[in-house]
């Protein structure tokens, strides 16, 4: 079946403009986490969902950060007023279950690039 | 707080060398361990996990095993080939906290012929 997809797969924008990311995750897959990879460093978690709920929101890096996930599935980032240190990609990932035994299967992730 | 820490790369060996790749960790909690791999130009899939002590994980003729009393889950391949060069990820996910995983920070690994 089908993978986690992410889109755009690239996003260029100046400074201080709004960006919105989106994920689709594995069809029936109840949980969705959100990542970020900077350039040579591992991955930050950001946020998770278990269905429309995110329990945990103290990995956003600030309040210009925020997500959303609707109908159990599709699910947006958003940040706002984008400063440079925002650049890096995005990673999304979902698994069929929150439980520490599940694996992750992530999106191919999105490059943002803010000049 | 939780960490994983890798072994810092990157590691460069030749095809059909032994292969370890370092990892430990810190946990609050009883966590479950993963490896994942992300391939040039793919995005980060599993390679193996252990949810408990240890459990020993393989794939692709990788092995880590889980081990409590060193908090350790090091990457083992006995004898590596151009295709696995990669860069290498271990991760920690929590039974307190499932939603929040924690990463190392990868190694990179090339392997050449």
């Known amino acids: 079946g089908a993978g986690v997809s992410q889109s755009p797969s690239n996003k260029v924008t100046e400074k201080g403009k709004d960006v919105e990311l989106r994920c689709d995750p594995i069809?029936?897959?109840?949980?969705l986490y959100w990542y970020r990879q900077s350039l040579g460093q591992g991955l930050e978690f950001l946020i998770y969902?278990?269905?429309?709920?995110?329990?945990?929101k103290s990995g956003l890096p600030s309040d210009r950060f925020s997500a959303e996930r609707t109908g159990g599935s599709v699910s947006t980032l958003t940040i706002q007023r984008t400063q440079q240190e925002d650049s890096a990609v995005y990673l999304c990932a979902s698994s069929f279950h929150l439980d520490r035994q599940e694996t992750q299967y992530f999106g191919p992730g999105t490059r943002l690039l803010v000049l | 707080g939780d960490s994983v820490t890798q072994m810092e790369g990157p590691v460069t060996l030749s095809e059909e060398a032994f292969l370890t790749i370092n990892c430990t960790y810190t946990a609050t909690g009883y966590p479950s361990l993963f490896w994942y791999v992300q391939y040039p130009g793919e995005g980060l899939q599993l390679l193996l996990k252990a949810t408990k002590a240890d459990d020993k994980g393989s794939n692709k003729g990788f092995e880590a095993t889980y081990r409590k009393e060193t908090t350790s889950f090091h990457l083992e391949k006995g004898s590596v080939q151009v295709s696995d060069s990669a860069v290498y990820f271990c991760?920690?996910?929590?039974?307190?906290?499932?939603?929040?995983?924690?990463f190392g920070d990868g190694t990179t690994l090339t392997v050449k012929p």
């Open positions: 069809s029936g897959h109840t949980a």
């Open positions: 991760a920690l996910t929590l039974n307190t906290n499932a939603g929040k995983s924690t």
């Open positions: 969902f278990q269905g429309n709920s995110a329990p945990d």
